[in-house]
């Protein structure tokens, strides 16, 4: 929820600074997509993330991993 509130100008902003969408080069049938930039990080386990991995790699992770549909709700009463 603190991801789709950063993305859409209901979160402090340095929340919403961390986030970077994925910008598209190609036409691709995913170009529509609202897909955010992971930045690389060094610490890793087993699953990907860990109790210490920083809002700016969790939160797109997790975001990413979400269906298209949910990602582009309008509101966050669905």
Known sequence: ???????????PIYLTEL???KANTRTLKSSGELILV???YK????D???????FSVAAPTLWNKLP??????????V
């Open 1 to 11: 929820m603190i991801t789709y509130k950063a993305l859409n100008g209901q979160a």
């Open 19 to 21: 986030l970077h969408e």
């Open 38 to 40: 992971v930045p690389k």
């Open 43 to 46: 610490l890793q386990t087993y």
């Open 48 to 54: 990907g993330l860990n109790a210490f991995t920083a």
């Open 68 to 77: 298209s549909h949910i990602r582009h709700y309008k509101s966050l009463n």
